[in-house]
């Protein structure tokens, strides 16, 4: 029995030892948490509050483009803020891509709420937490879903403009090709169909839906289809302005939903989740009930906002955040 002794105590130790290594290696990698900045900047998530309320106040539609703002970064290469750096000699700016030129906007937002951040606690506080954190104040701000944010992301040193014109989901995609472009970003086909619903709130560009309301299709109310046409023209107009949803086009609600029930979708990519394939029972369960919808909303933008983030020694923090240090 004494000759196991040594044999034992040499497996406790190597157990021990195994566990440190286990410990230190995940603390190198570092572990999103929501209390983060709870010493190094202590007042970083009212910083970032205030400038998300004073923002909204002033227009309610910035709401809907600080969601979308935080979507399309998380899509590219992770929610590292690469879709805020600007232009230069070595960034391929993701701004001028395709599904963000001339429509993501929030920018300023983004850089006003950093700015008092950095008076506050240089350096301490990255620009992707400050996406995150603001995608989740604007939806409070407009009646949607609150949710608790982890935090310690760091920002990236490069941007992907090639990505952000593949990886993002577009206005005219299938249901297929929706439910893949998700799936690729580690999201289920419920978490799509939830953050859809972000879709409640917002504008589309006439361009993006003028095929629809012109197509004559099954698939569109022609009454809604007239009274789009009225602010999109044939021929003219590409950039005017449409609300996503008509009947409460400035708050976070389940009316997305009842819209596409009604072939009320305004982009075919909307109206595709509820056309007689496998998302027509979500849609139908969301429209019926808020609360599961704004339940379902919470979790998957919490899913969304770790996305490949960067920690721990990975990244920069950015001190302005349209450029590197």
Known sequence: MASNRPCMAFAVLLFVYSLVLLLSSSQCQGQLSPTFYDKTCPNALNIIRTAVRQAVSRERRMAASLVRLHFHDCFVQGCDASILLDESPTIESEKTALPN???ARGYDVIEAAKRELEKSCP??????????????????????????????????????HTLAETDLPG???????????????????????????????????CFLFRDRIYGNGTDIDAGFASTRRRQCPKDTGNGNLAALDLVTPNSLDNNYYKNLLQKKGLLQSDQVLFSGGAT????SEYARNPRAFQADFALAM???????????QNGIIRKVCGALN
């Open 101 to 103: 030129l001339g429509s």
């Open 280 to 283: 027509d029972s979500i849609v």
């Open 171 to 205: 206005p005219f995609d299938n249901l297929d090709k929706l439910i893949s472009s998700f799936a690729n970003k580690g999201l289920n086909t419920r978490d799509m169909v939830a953050l859809s619903g972000a879709h409640t709130l917002g504008q589309a560009q």
């Open 123 to 160: 350096a301490i506080v990255s620009c992707a937490d400050v996406l995150s954190v603001a995608a989740r104040d604007a939806s409070a701000a407009v009646g949607g879903p609150s949710w608790t944010v982890k935090l310690g992301r760091r920002d990236s040193t490069t941007a992907s």
């Open 302 to 312: 919490i899913k969304m906002s770790e996305i490949q983030p960067l920690t721990g």
